[in-house]
């Protein structure tokens, strides 16, 4: 596709809810992060995907959240029992090489969750 | 955590005027990237500096990098109304990590 793809693009859950959030990166980009943003903050990292491997994890807030690339490219980004901090957009970014390493990242525009 | 910290929080500025942001950073990088940002919107990659460069340019765009205080500034000249965005300065270390970001409002 043209560019990073997400949807939903709005998603509201009750508390307690499991949401799934989608993510279509540029054909054939190598690696897939996926970032975390509050309100008026950064992005935070979460997970990031070289293909199908999840090599690293060590963002994700809990053991509620977990992340799948099955065949290294559309990834999944599921939240289960959803809690109202859970609130935020939730960015997902791609890149052509296998890492962040003097390469620009691509971003969706991301899914705004919000927890009731 | 993040690693950058971006420097003002917000600024407003008058259409032609310049506007500098700076971003300061705590661990030994081997590049620098800034990203813009619209409200609502995904970032967008504006310009990378590699650690072993001083200054880079692009456009109206202007990056320094000064690695001995570890500090990084995005100068943007002549700004448009369009320029209103946040811009958040990243540092790699396996992966992208971004700083709180300064919120630009350019004023027509």
């Known amino acids: 596709g043209a560019g990073v793809s997400q949807s939903p693009r709005y998603k509201v859950a009750k508390r307690g809810q499991d949401v799934a959030l989608r993510c279509d990166p540029i054909s054939g980009h190598v690696s897939l992060f996926w970032y975390q943003q509050a309100l008026g903050q950064g992005p935070e990292f979460l997970t990031y995907?070289?293909?199908?491997?999840?090599?690293?994890k060590s963002g994700l807030p809990s053991d509620r959240f977990f992340a799948e690339r099955p065949e290294g490219s559309v990834s999944t980004l599921k939240i289960q029992r959803t809690q109202q901090e859970d609130s935020a957009v939730y960015l997902c970014?791609?890149?052509?090489?296998?890492?962040?390493?003097?390469?620009?990242?691509?971003f969706g525009s991301g899914t705004q969750l919000s927890v009731l | 955590s993040q690693q950058g910290e971006e420097d003002p929080q917000a600024l407003s500025i008058q259409e032609g005027e310049n506007a500098t942001m700076n971003c300061s950073y705590k661990t030994s990088i081997n590049n620098l990237q800034w990203y813009r940002q619209n409200s609502g919107r995904g970032l967008v990659h504006l310009i990378l500096i590699r650690s072993n460069e001083r200054e880079k340019h692009s456009g109206r765009l202007r990056v320094t990098l000064d690695t001995s205080k570890k500090s990084s500034s995005l100068l943007i000249t002549a700004s448009r109304a369009a320029d209103t965005a946040s811009y958040f300065c990243?540092?790699?270390?396996?992966?992208?990590?971004f700083g709180q970001g300064t919120e630009l409002s350019v004023k027509p």
């Open positions: 970014a791609s890149s052509l090489g296998r890492g962040s390493y003097n390469e620009k990242l691509f």
């Open positions: 995907f070289q293909n199908e491997a999840q090599l690293d």
């Open positions: 990243a540092t790699e270390g396996g992966k992208l990590i």
